[in-house]
């Protein structure tokens, strides 16, 4: 029976792309012949239309035949999904797996399977998505038996009306199992057996179990499956807080999350959006008033401009499909990979997937919200000023545009711990770590701490030298300095606080080169071939032309912080099981060999404190002059080290009449902590921006 049903599936798919694009063709070609043959030959349309009643006949008796083949493998397969309804049997839901700062305090929390998982009393609570789904979707749902002839006479009518196939009278039943039991395709076949899978529905759940159903198991568009999932996208709440107006535009996705995504096109996704809301009016279950209210609040909180084709705060940042809760999302989605990719064989893949984990962190949740808050405002002003460049195609800036991006990495010096870490400005599952452990960036200036650092370790340089700003030329080399001149004789300091590019680069012409590599290969505990295509032995190393991560310039400094002892990050301190038994604990060595002396590292961090000083006229001056003025701000010791990394020629070439930067960075260092600021396009589009902002 199971070859018999493949074949008709097959035959109907070759009818509906093959032959019936013909045949509407030739309806066409030929029809006023036959309105002229129609009056001579009445019996002959009578006889055509019994054949075609007997054939129609015959047809749904083959489907039929095959639905009642399949209807005890329906059966069972509609228990299991009402067991997984109530989290009972083999579909008992699984509890979460939450993630916790090294405080205790959670900063995670998802489940080991993916999609939508709300339970039959969690749907209960959802006011407005249940009424906003019934309103616009099947305003008979309660009362039909799975389908409803007036929505078919209703779709009829409105097709009809507009000469195109525009409403299909489907039930929120009939969606339901078409989702869960047809393959989704355009057929005859496809209706007729979704009608008799919505029977059996009906016989088997009830109507709220339907549309619990129904919620989860819809697909969103963006990748969300679900309901849940899509409020956590777009509106970054659970969808029992939703809003009129906010579950209005997740309903409105349903017949075409796509095309009328807020993210794709928020004219259409409003105008659904208030069809929706229209028709919860209709039926009694919002006011006008509140309608109009609810609107209004929607479009001034999430600062919608749908003229302009800006869907403001909506989906903006996006959400994972995993976390529940995701107040750390380059952590948790570290720790996500961490469990299933270092730890699955101690641990086990059961173990994992069964859920229940307590996984706790170094991460720090007051420090870790102020760096998001920190990169996303930093993220947002550079992509408003690169928005501005009216010599670019409006369409192309706002693809790029979407791409500038940050990164943050704070680590406790002393210990290697990871206490704040942000990967990007929106959550973005396989890119946000990426951004903070693997991309390889040069790091321009920011490495010149380092560089005297070792300088001073060399004995090379003292705190208190001289040093002389001036053209050079060593082997054809000659470096500019971004100031475009000279200082003359000036104390090191101030060439620090300046970022002095012939300082530097004679600083590294008198340690050697292969001293400073070195230094940097053993700071790192990087390999001989890693090295050897990393950091090519030349004097522009000097001013950062080797590649880093943002998580080794940030091991660079906090050795000097430290005292110069190697340091190897850590963010997962260990997993516990259901019942609080420690299942893994973390027992890696995090500090390791003395690299640089003290005495040197004390003497850079000196150093690196006039970056903020205005008498040497630091780079960051700025933040000095406000230290001055409120006596609050900044209340301890600070240094660090401002870079910026200039467009080359190529990039230039690529992104035309786009000005700025390639690479802006930034150090900071506290007595006891180390933070690195990355900012910059995925692609390396040039932005107008520094280190020093």
Same mark, same amino acid.
């Given at each position: 029976?199971?070859?018999?049903?493949?074949?008709?599936?097959?035959?109907?798919?070759?009818?509906?792309?093959?032959?019936?694009?013909?045949?509407?063709?030739?309806?066409?070609?030929?029809?006023?012949?036959?309105?002229?043959?129609?009056?001579?030959?009445?019996?002959?349309?009578?006889?055509?239309?019994?054949?075609?009643?007997?054939?129609?006949?015959?047809?749904?008796?083959?489907?039929?035949?095959?639905?009642?083949?399949?209807?005890?493998?329906?059966?069972?397969?509609?228990?299991?999904?009402?067991?997984?309804?109530?989290?009972?049997?083999?579909?008992?839901?699984?509890?979460?797996?939450?993630?916790?700062?090294?405080?205790?305090?959670?900063?995670?929390?998802?489940?080991?399977?993916?999609?939508?998982?709300?339970?039959?009393?969690?749907?209960?609570?959802?006011?407005?998505?249940?009424?906003?789904?019934?309103?616009?979707?099947?305003?008979?749902?309660?009362?039909?038996?799975?389908?409803?002839?007036?929505?078919?006479?209703?779709?009829?009518?409105?097709?009809?009306?507009?000469?195109?196939?525009?409403?299909?009278?489907?039930?929120?039943?009939?969606?339901?199992?078409?989702?869960?039991?047809?393959?989704?395709?355009?057929?005859?076949?496809?209706?007729?057996?979704?009608?008799?899978?919505?029977?059996?529905?009906?016989?088997?759940?009830?109507?709220?179990?339907?549309?619990?159903?129904?919620?989860?198991?819809?697909?969103?568009?963006?990748?969300?499956?679900?309901?849940?999932?899509?409020?956590?996208?777009?509106?970054?709440?659970?969808?029992?807080?939703?809003?009129?107006?906010?579950?209005?535009?997740?309903?409105?996705?349903?017949?075409?999350?796509?095309?009328?995504?807020?993210?794709?096109?928020?004219?259409?996704?409003?105008?659904?959006?208030?069809?929706?809301?229209?028709?919860?009016?209709?039926?009694?279950?919002?006011?006008?008033?509140?309608?109009?209210?609810?609107?209004?609040?929607?479009?001034?909180?999430?600062?919608?401009?749908?003229?302009?084709?800006?869907?403001?705060?909506?989906?903006?940042?996006?959400?994972?499909?995993?976390?529940?809760?995701?107040?750390?999302?380059?952590?948790?989605?570290?720790?996500?990979?961490?469990?299933?990719?270092?730890?699955?064989?101690?641990?086990?893949?059961?173990?994992?997937?069964?859920?229940?984990?307590?996984?706790?962190?170094?991460?720090?949740?007051?420090?870790?919200?102020?760096?998001?808050?920190?990169?996303?405002?930093?993220?947002? #002003? +550079? *992509?408003? =000023?690169?928005?501005? /460049?009216?010599?670019?195609?409006?369409?192309?800036? $706002?693809?790029?545009?979407?791409? !500038?991006?940050?990164?943050?990495?704070?680590?406790?010096?002393?210990?290697?711990?990871?206490?704040?870490?942000?990967?990007?400005?929106?959550?973005?599952?396989?890119?946000?770590?990426?951004?903070?452990?693997?991309?390889?960036?040069?790091?321009?200036?920011?490495?010149?701490?380092?560089?005297?650092?070792?300088?001073?370790?060399?004995?090379?340089?003292?705190?208190?030298?001289?040093?002389?700003?001036?053209?050079?030329?060593?082997?054809?080399?000659?470096?500019?300095?971004?100031?475009?001149?000279?200082?003359?004789?000036?104390?090191?300091?101030?060439?620090?606080?300046?970022?002095?590019?012939?300082?530097?680069?004679?600083?590294?012409?008198?340690?050697?080169?292969?001293?400073?590599?070195?230094?940097?290969?053993?700071?790192?505990?990087?390999?001989?071939? #890693? +090295? *050897?295509? =990393?950091?090519?032995? /030349?004097?522009?190393?000097?001013?950062?032309?080797? $590649?880093?991560?943002?998580?080794? !310039?940030?091991?660079?400094?906090?050795?000097?912080?430290?005292?110069?002892?190697?340091?190897?990050?850590?963010?997962?301190?260990?997993?516990?099981?259901?019942?609080?038994?420690?299942?893994?604990?973390?027992?890696?060595?995090?500090?390791?060999?003395?690299?640089?002396?003290?005495?040197?590292?004390?003497?850079?961090?000196?150093?690196?404190?006039?970056?903020?000083?205005?008498?040497?006229?630091?780079?960051?001056?700025?933040?000095?002059?406000?230290?001055?003025?409120?006596?609050?701000?900044?209340?301890?010791?600070?240094?660090?080290?401002?870079?910026?990394?200039?467009?080359?020629?190529?990039?230039?070439?690529?992104?035309?009449?786009?000005?700025?930067?390639?690479?802006?960075?930034?150090?900071?260092?506290?007595?006891?902590?180390?933070?690195?600021?990355?900012?910059?396009?995925?692609?390396?589009?040039?932005?107008?921006?520094?280190?020093?902002?």
């Amino acid at each position: 029976m199971n070859q018999l049903r493949d074949l008709w599936l097959s035959l109907q798919r070759f009818y509906w792309r093959n032959l019936e694009p013909i045949l509407q063709q030739l309806l066409v070609s030929v029809g006023p012949a036959l309105r002229w043959l129609a009056p001579r030959w009445k019996g002959l349309a009578v006889r055509g239309a019994i054949v075609a009643f007997v054939g129609l006949a015959g047809y749904s008796g083959v489907v039929c035949g095959i639905y009642l083949n399949d209807r005890s493998r329906l059966l069972g397969e509609l228990q299991q999904y009402k067991q997984w309804l109530y989290g009972q049997g083999q579909s008992e839901r699984k509890p979460p797996i939450q993630i916790f700062g090294y405080d205790g305090k959670l900063i995670g929390e998802y489940l080991p399977e993916r999609g939508s998982r709300m339970s039959v009393q969690s749907c209960s609570r959802l006011t407005w998505l249940n009424r906003a789904a019934v309103s616009s979707e099947d305003r008979d749902f309660y009362t039909h038996g799975g389908y409803s002839m007036r929505a078919i006479a209703r779709a009829m009518v409105n097709n009809l009306t507009s000469f195109s196939f525009r409403e299909g009278g489907g039930t929120i039943t009939q969606q339901l199992a078409r989702n869960l039991f047809t393959d989704r395709s355009r057929s005859l076949f496809r209706k007729l057996y979704e009608t008799m899978a919505a029977r059996l529905i009906e016989s088997e759940l009830s109507k709220e179990e339907i549309l619990c159903l129904y919620l989860n198991k819809i697909y969103m568009g963006e990748g969300r499956i679900g309901a849940e999932e899509a409020s956590w996208f777009y509106f970054r709440k659970p969808p029992e807080k939703l809003s009129a107006a906010e579950a209005a535009m997740i309903v409105g996705l349903f017949p075409s999350p796509v095309a009328y995504s807020p993210l794709n096109n928020i004219q259409l996704s409003v105008k659904k959006q208030r069809l929706v809301l229209d028709a919860l009016v209709e039926q009694g279950q919002l006011s006008e008033r509140e309608r109009n209210l609810s609107l209004q609040q929607f479009v001034r909180g999430y600062q919608i401009d749908a003229p302009a084709g800006d869907p403001g705060q909506v989906g903006l940042y996006g959400a994972s499909r995993d976390f529940r809760f995701n107040a750390a999302p380059t952590a948790n989605e570290y720790v996500k990979n961490f469990l299933h990719e270092e730890l699955r064989e101690s641990l086990g893949e059961d173990v994992i997937r069964a859920g229940g984990l307590r996984v706790y962190t170094t991460i720090d949740a007051a420090q870790q919200a102020a760096a998001l808050t920190a990169v996303r405002k930093k993220v947002e #002003e +550079a *992509r408003s =000023r690169m928005m501005a /460049n009216q010599a670019v195609d409006a369409e192309r800036l $706002e693809r790029i545009a979407r791409r !500038l991006n940050g990164a943050l990495i704070s680590l406790e010096a002393g210990t290697g711990d990871i206490r704040a870490v942000v990967g990007g400005y929106g959550v973005s599952e396989g890119v946000m770590t990426q951004r903070v452990w693997s991309m390889l960036r040069q790091p321009g200036s920011s490495i010149k701490g380092f560089l005297y650092a070792v300088a001073l370790d060399e004995g090379t340089l003292q705190v208190n030298s001289t040093v002389v700003d001036q053209h050079i030329n060593i082997g054809g080399y000659e470096p500019r300095n971004w100031y475009r001149g000279y200082l003359g004789s000036i104390p090191l300091r101030r060439a620090v606080a300046r970022s002095v590019n012939t300082v530097a680069v004679q600083t590294l012409h008198n340690l050697g080169v292969s001293t400073f590599r070195n230094a940097m290969i053993s700071s790192l505990d990087m390999g001989y071939l #890693e +090295a *050897r295509d =990393r950091f090519q032995p /030349n004097l522009s190393l000097a001013l950062g032309s080797g $590649e880093v991560t943002p998580l080794e !310039l940030a091991r660079l400094y906090a050795l000097l912080v430290n005292g110069g002892r190697v340091i190897y990050p850590r963010l997962v301190l260990r997993v516990e099981g259901p019942e609080g038994e420690v299942l893994w604990q973390n027992e890696q060595e995090n500090v390791g060999d003395q690299t640089l002396s003290a005495a040197a590292c004390a003497g850079a961090i000196k150093l690196m404190q006039y970056v903020f000083d205005e008498d040497e006229d630091g780079t960051v001056k700025y933040i000095g002059r406000r230290r001055q003025s409120d006596p609050t701000y900044l209340p301890f010791p600070i240094a660090g080290k401002t870079g910026t990394v200039q467009s080359t020629p190529e990039t230039q070439r690529r992104f035309p009449h786009m000005p700025g930067v390639r690479d802006a960075w930034f150090v900071g260092l506290t007595p006891q902590n180390v933070a690195v600021v990355w900012l910059g396009q995925d692609e390396g589009a040039p932005f107008q921006g520094s280190g020093a902002q």
